[in-house]
């Protein structure tokens, strides 16, 4: 079946440093969604991509998809405290009934 | 913002018995979803529903059971629970359009399940 791998599976920033996630999927994508989950709460939506080589800002967050539509990104640029929790991408196959498949996360600790 | 309600937000119970977690979302949308999701880890889809009357098998094996009886609750029953069926149970909704192309998932609290 489709996997979804993000790496790193964990980072430990100081506050001001630059942090990026990386997506991969197993199987071609239709579209790419990205989630944020902080400590304790629920996964909660940031963006989605749906163009090949697209790439969208929000403030300090760049997220990019690949040419391929095969993997996915996520920067953050000068890293806050606030940024702490759990990134997840979630990737939706273009074949078949169209599930979003989610990521294995990656869980960012900033440091003040 | 989204309204979608989970209850309880905490359960311990015991080996065997049958219970009953609730959500209930006041968006008016037609696609509902069931995650397991384990402490630092994955979401895993358990169960998914179309609309009324649909409930569907997600990837996860799961011994639990789905109803989809009114648009807004889609409530997730364990007739025995067991130990290994601790974790935490997120419900979630969407949109359901047609090319289902653009379906951001709202996510309820979540309900965390100890199962002693």
């Known amino acids: 079946g489709q996997q979804v791998m993000q790496i790193p599976q964990y980072q430990h920033v100081q506050e001001g440093e630059d942090f990026t996630t990386y997506c991969n999927s197993s199987?071609?994508?239709?579209?790419i969604q990205w989630y944020k989950q902080r400590p304790g709460g629920h996964p909660v939506f940031l963006i989605q991509?749906?163009?090949?080589?697209e790439v969208k800002k929000q403030k300090r967050l760049t997220f990019q998809f690949g040419e391929a539509k095969k993997n996915s990104s996520l920067h953050i640029t000068a890293t806050q405290t606030t940024d702490v929790g759990t990134y997840f991408c979630?990737?939706?196959?273009?074949?078949?009934?169209?599930?979003?498949?989610f990521g294995t996360g990656t869980r960012l600790l900033v440091s003040p | 913002e989204a309204d979608i309600y989970q209850t309880p937000r905490y359960l311990v119970i015991g080996t065997g018995k049958k219970i009953t977690l609730e959500c209930s979302q006041t968006?008016?949308?037609?696609?509902m979803y069931w995650y397991q999701q384990d402490p630092g880890m994955e979401l895993h889809l358990i169960h998914y529903?179309?609309?009324?009357?649909?409930?569907e098998k997600g990837d996860l094996s799961s011994e639990s059971t789905v109803s989809r009886i009114r648009t807004e609750h889609f409530p997730l029953t364990l007739e025995s629970a067991r130990p290994s069926h601790t974790s935490q149970y997120l419900c979630?909704?969407?949109?359901?359009?047609?090319?289902?192309?653009?379906?951001?998932?709202?996510f309820g609290s979540g309900t965390q399940l100890s199962v002693l």
């Open positions: 979630a909704s969407s949109e359901y359009g047609g090319t289902a192309r653009n379906e951001k998932l709202f």
């Open positions: 199987t071609t994508l239709s579209n």
């Open positions: 991509l749906v163009k090949s080589g």
């Open positions: 979630a990737g939706k196959t273009r074949t078949g009934f169209q599930k979003l498949v």
């Open positions: 968006m008016g949308h037609d696609k």
């Open positions: 529903s179309y609309g009324v009357n649909s409930t």
